[in-house]
Nanobody
Framework: QLQLVESGGGLVQPGGSLRLSCAVS????????MGWYRQGPGKQRDLVAS???????TYGDSVKGRFTISNDIAKKMAYLQMDSLKPDDTAVYYC??????????????WGQGTRVTVSS
């Protein structure tokens, strides 16, 4: 069964840093992309950052220069290093992965989310 599990969220002061991790498990043949999205209170879920299998990255405008996404395809892991955090970064952060299962079925799956709160 395909599963995505996020970790690393918590409470941090403005200007601080956090590192989120996402572990993907299951009968996976290949992963095309992994990404992080977030949903703040009363807001829609938006892209934070994504990385493709060859290593091409995309960032949301509000996090460029502050957040860094990385992945380890062999370990089926993705990471989000978040620096210079602001109160507006407060949200539930969701991991997303898309790829192909053993047997050929395509997948596009989400984790349960990890909460990040930036507050003094």
């Amino acid at each position: 069964q395909l599963q995505l599990v996020e970790s690393g969220g918590g409470l941090v002061q403005p200007g601080g840093s956090l590192r989120l991790s996402c572990a993907v498990s299951g009968s996976i043949f290949s992963i095309f992309t992994m990404g992080w999205y977030r949903q703040g209170p009363g807001k829609q879920r938006d892209l934070v950052a994504s990385v493709t299998n060859p290593g091409s990255t995309t960032y949301g405008d509000s996090v460029k220069g502050r957040f860094t996404i990385s992945n380890d395809i062999a370990k089926k892991m993705a990471y989000l290093q978040m620096d210079s955090l602001k109160p507006d970064d407060t949200a539930v952060y969701y991991c997303n992965a898309a790829g192909r299962l053993i047997g050929g079925t395509l997948f596009n799956s989400w984790g349960q989310g990890t909460r990040v709160t930036v507050s003094s």
